[in-house]
């Protein structure tokens, strides 16, 4: 009797496990609207990522269905991903044809949370420009595409015609410029030097409203923008492209790119120029300062292993302005870096970096070919990022950070044309957590430390999202700040002998509590938003008459 139980017993187990086993297989095409066939789509079981096939390249596919499951995913970047119920299923066949992203809503972005990200599932509010409008716009340079493409930002001339910003009433000292997640030297009237930030390699922009300074430090107290670098994606690719305009206005770039194997090489030269002219005489100045400039950069990547990748960057810059009859201004920047990522496993991932950028400042005297530098900003920077991936299929993340920033500055707004140095460390936490289908939910804490003064700030973050069909709902509260730069607690500065500019060696930190909210609505190819920021500014730095 037993034995007849043990034997029913076995052969029920081995009747449950094979019909837990059973599965379909499922085949058909891909293939956009215009009836082409889009290779490298990724199809997955949903509920089951580890369940994939993707599409050759006559846009077919071929996958193993288990029993139970009730959807197919279809996804392909620059295209809508979709979920496709399995009962469609006729004769175990599924064409599909998949529909342009004309939102970006599928663009993986990573300035809002260091850690890659499709827009649509970001809970942080990030605007993308990506190639298409860059090529688009045609600009020359980040300022004017970000006044074409971005309401609410503004770049207009200051003192001595240099370019200032200003976004959501927050100055260019308050607003990061990164290129691939690196900080840029040196500055004028608190800005950074916008012509170098040109765009014949970038791939796409990222910005990020609002303070970041949880994750970025200081000056990141408006908002975040940060260009990301394009690589090769052909065996060989050459880029030639010229343009010509009012003024005498001229632009003519170029690029080399390759992929061989594991090596990836991309080079970008590009040269501008564009006469002086007059301006009407009812504004500030009457003669617009024309010039050149010209830059060359190499980006080049090596993956010896699979999930370990290096990438080395180099760079030049140089600009010329016709400022005075007998002087031109002359600006240089030397830049360079490599990053180390090791995706380790599924779950771990390290990433280590180097960063170099000098920028300098001269006067060239035509009367006897003599170069004056008056200024010069250099940044050495290291960094390491852990990151840790949590629960099923890593829906939470864990990032762990910091940085280590030596920063030199020799200017001729110091006392003598003398210099200073600040070291500056910083130590970073945060967690994404997906709590459900429809809330995601992102925390984190920074610790910045300044050498000058011994200053030291925490910077708390909070933002929540909400997903529901195509709305998407997102809330925030971040802490941010600004410590005072090396110029502004130093400076002694004669304005053309009509007045004095000092520093202040006392000033504290500027410090800010920040809340957004947005409500964004997105549908093939119609895409709504509409979002609200509140900031409170605490000891905000500035300049005072003392007579």
């Given at each position: 009797m037993n034995r007849i139980i043990f034997l029913l017993v076995m052969l029920s187990l081995a009747a449950q496990s094979l019909f837990a086993s059973a599965s379909v297989t499922v085949t058909g095409a891909v293939r956009d609207s215009r009836g082409e066939p889009l290779s490298g789509t990724v199809v997955t079981v949903v509920g089951n990522d580890r369940l994939y096939a993707v599409a050759g390249d006559d846009g077919r596919y071929t996958i193993s269905v288990p029993d139970g499951a009730a959807m197919l995913r279809f996804h392909l970047l620059g295209y809508l991903t979709q979920d496709i119920s399995l009962e469609k299923v006729k004769d175990n066949l599924l064409n599909v044809v998949l529909e342009e992203d004309l939102m970006n809503l599928e663009t993986v972005v990573v300035t809002g949370t260091r850690t890659p990200r499709l827009l649509k599932e970001s809970p942080i509010l990030t605007r993308v420009i990506t190639d298409l409008d860059i090529q688009r716009v045609d600009a020359l340079n980040i300022g004017d595409?970000?006044?074409?493409?971005?309401?609410?930002?503004?770049?207009?001339?200051?003192?001595?015609?240099?370019?200032?910003?200003?976004?959501?009433?927050?100055?260019?000292?308050?607003?990061?410029?990164?290129?691939?997640?690196?900080?840029?030297?040196?500055?004028?009237?608190?800005?950074?030097?916008?012509?170098?930030?040109?765009?014949?390699?970038?791939?796409?922009?990222?910005?990020?409203?609002?303070?970041?300074?949880?994750?970025?430090?200081?000056?990141?107290?408006?908002?975040?923008?940060?260009?990301?670098?394009?690589?090769?994606?052909?065996?060989?690719?050459?880029?030639?492209?010229?343009?010509?305009?009012?003024?005498?206005?001229?632009?003519?770039?170029?690029?080399?790119?390759?992929?061989?194997?594991?090596?990836?090489?991309?080079?970008n030269a590009q040269y501008t120029s564009i006469d002086s002219y007059s301006m009407p005489s009812e504004g500030d100045y009457s003669t617009f300062y024309g010039g050149y400039n010209w830059s060359v950069k190499e980006r080049l990547q090596y993956e010896p292993l699979d999930g370990l990748k290096f990438t080395a960057r180099a760079g030049y810059f140089f600009r010329e302005r016709d400022l005075q009859s007998d002087t031109r201004d002359r600006y240089r920047d030397f830049s360079g870096g490599l990053r180390g990522e090791w995706d380790i496993n599924d779950r771990n991932r390290l990433?280590?970096?180097?960063?170099?950028?000098?920028?300098?400042?001269?006067?060239?005297?035509?009367?006897?070919?003599?170069?004056?530098?008056?200024?010069?900003?250099?940044?050495?920077?290291?960094?390491?990022?852990?990151?840790?991936?949590l629960g099923k299929e890593g829906q939470h993340t864990m990032i762990l950070g910091g940085d280590y920033m030596r920063d030199y500055l020799m200017s001729y707004q110091f006392e003598g044309n003398g210099y200073y140095v600040q070291h500056t460390a910083d130590v970073f936490g945060q967690i994404e957590a997906k709590l459900s289908e429809r809330w995601h939910l992102i925390g984190g804490l920074r610790y910045d430390f300044f050498s000058q003064k011994r200053l030291s700030h925490f910077s708390p973050k909070l933002s929540l999202m909400y997903s529901l069909k195509n709305w998407s709902f997102r809330g925030s509260y971040s802490g941010g700040f600004r410590a005072p730069t090396l110029k502004e607690m130093y400076m002694s500065f004669d304005m053309a002998s009509i007045f004095m500019i000092y520093g202040n060696p006392d000033l504290e930190p500027e410090s800010s509590e920040n809340l957004s909210v947005s409500a964004e609505y997105n549908w093939k190819y119609l895409?709504?938003?509409?979002?609200?920021?509140?900031?409170?500014?605490?000891?905000?730095?500035?300049?005072?008459?003392?007579?």
């Open positions: 595409l970000l006044e074409s493409e971005l309401p609410g930002i503004e770049f207009s001339y200051a003192m001595d015609q240099q370019v200032t910003l200003n976004m959501q009433g927050f100055g260019g000292n308050s607003v990061l410029f990164l290129v691939d997640g690196e900080r840029i030297a040196g500055e004028t009237l608190d800005n950074i030097d916008y012509n170098r930030l040109n765009l014949d390699n970038v791939q796409r922009v990222e910005i990020v409203k609002g303070a970041a300074s949880s994750l970025y430090g200081s000056n990141a107290v408006g908002g975040v923008v940060n260009l990301i670098s394009a690589g090769a994606t052909e065996p060989w690719s050459v880029n030639v492209n010229a343009r010509y305009g009012a003024h005498n206005e001229q632009r003519y770039g170029g690029s080399v790119g390759f992929q061989a194997g594991k090596l990836n090489s991309m080079t990433e280590l970096s180097y960063g170099f950028d000098q920028y300098d400042k001269s006067d060239y005297l035509l009367f006897n070919e003599t170069d004056v530098r008056d200024y010069s900003n250099v940044q050495h920077v290291v960094r390491g990022v852990y990151t840790y991936s895409s709504a938003s509409v979002s609200g920021f509140y900031n409170f500014v605490d000891n905000r730095i500035t300049t005072v008459w003392n007579e």
